[in-house]
Structure formats: C-alpha cells, structure tokens
C-alpha cells in the first residue's frame, strides 16, 4: 500500500461501498473503546486508558456521537446513547 493512500490504505479506496464500510468499521472501533473505558465521561483520555470530564462530565462523546451513530445505521449503538442522555445526562455538575 502506498504511503500516498494513509493508515490502512483507505485513501485509495475508491468503491464506496467498500469506504463507508471501512469508515464505520473505524467508527465502530472507537465508540467500542470509548463505551469500555469512559462511558459518560467527556472523552476518552490519552493513551486510551483513562478517561477526562473538560466539560463538566457532561458525557459530550455521547451527545456529540448520537447524529454520526444514526447516519451510520448504528441502531443499537444509538439507542445506547440515546438512552444515556434521557435518564443520564444532567447539567447540573452532579
């Protein structure tokens, strides 16, 4: 794979069917690492290990999550989410 096409060699990829499965299988990847090490926090940290509340623990991967996750097809992925903000989300700084 030529560097020119990057990580995995997506750039080169060009049947779309083949690169938006690619795309969410990435998606897929991180949203399973963030569900494991950080669900409910902001983001998963560095290093993939621990995780950091920058806006308060407000669970901003989840909200910021919930259109790509639905775009995606991502049904149960986004019913997750979207369960977590109706009896989790609070603004509250509880």
Known sequence: V???CGA???GCITAPDE???RIKDGMLWAWS???ERAWGHDELGHGK???VDWMGGIGLTI???MDT???MGLEEEYRAARDWVVNEL???GS
């Open 2 to 4: 030529s560097v020119l």
């Open 8 to 10: 995995g060699g997506l």
């Open 19 to 21: 690169r938006a499965q």
């Open 33 to 35: 690492h963030y569900r």
């Open 49 to 51: 290990s621990q995780w």
């Open 63 to 65: 909200v910021d999550s």
């Open 69 to 71: 996750l639905l775009l």
């Open 90 to 92: 609070s603004f509250d």
